[in-house]
T-cell receptor
Framework: EAQVTQNPRYLITVTGKKLTVTCSQNMNHEYMSWYRQDPGLGLRQIYYSMNVEVTDKGDVPEGYKVSRKEKRNFPLILESPSPNQTSLYFC????????????FGPGTRLTVT | QKEVEQNSGPLSVPEGAIASLNCTYSDRGSQSFFWYRQYSGKSPELIMFIYSNGDKEDGRFTAQLNKASQYVSLLIRDSQPSDSATYLCAVIGSSNTGKLIFGQGTTLQVKP
């Protein structure tokens, strides 16, 4: 089954404790992206990657890091999480030249206390 | 001015009616336009995309694009209660083909 998977699905952590949210896709997609979704602010792009070893900032990259060492994986790293990073996070992927036609993962709900 | 704007709603229509969802965008050079549907507690899923001026139909859904007015809309004919969801308009702008910009979404309620 074609899918984007994220882990963990739910996470409660404390301020400053480094964490990684994994994202993996099995569709051989070149393009992958991370979003956060907040009430009243909608979906905002954090980082995206057009291919392996190629990443670029979205609209809200501050406080996040990403890496793209393999085509299928695109982890999101919060090196020192803060409460304002409490949000619902989505990973998505697509074919490289159809970046708007994205398949979304199930989401990760993160709470930072 | 927000790059992609939608009325947050809720938009309430009776079952069987036509639901009309609207979206405006600020980047005149935008080329690609998308509609995603998001059920409560779920992830967004792509339902329509349109690249050229005019209408594009897929089943009960019609996407309409007017680049001169910087306006894109989604019509849902014969609305069903199962269409109740938040509809997200998204645009890829002229300067960056990798950056998908979403509106805040319009919540649609279809009442039986």
């Amino acid at each position: 089954e074609a899918q984007v998977t994220q882990n963990p699905r739910y996470l409660i952590t404390v301020t400053g404790k480094k964490l990684t949210v994994t994202c993996s896709q099995n569709m051989n997609h070149e393009y992958m992206s991370w979003y956060r979704q907040d009430p009243g602010l909608g979906l905002r792009q954090i980082y995206y990657s057009m291919n392996v070893e190629v990443t670029d900032k979205g609209d809200v990259p501050e406080g996040y890091k990403v890496s793209r060492k393999e085509k299928r994986n695109f982890p999101l790293i919060l090196e020192s999480p803060s409460p304002n990073q409490t949000s619902l996070y989505f990973c998505a992927s697509s074919v490289w030249d159809r970046a708007g036609e994205q398949y979304f993962g199930p989401g990760t709900r993160l709470t930072v206390t | 001015q927000k790059e992609v704007e939608q009325n947050s709603g809720p938009l309430s229509v009776p079952e069987g009616a036509i639901a009309s969802l609207n979206c405006t965008y600020s980047d005149r050079g935008s080329q690609s336009f998308f509609w995603y549907r998001q059920y409560s507690g779920k992830s967004p899923e792509l339902i329509m995309f349109i690249y050229s001026n005019g209408d594009k139909e897929d089943g009960r859904f019609t996407a309409q694009l007017n680049k001169a007015s910087q306006y894109v809309s989604l019509l849902i004919r014969d609305s069903q209660p199962s269409d109740s969801a938040t509809y997200l308009c998204a645009v890829i702008g002229s300067s960056n083909t990798g950056k998908l910009i979403f509106g805040q979404g319009t919540t649609l309620q279809v009442k039986p």
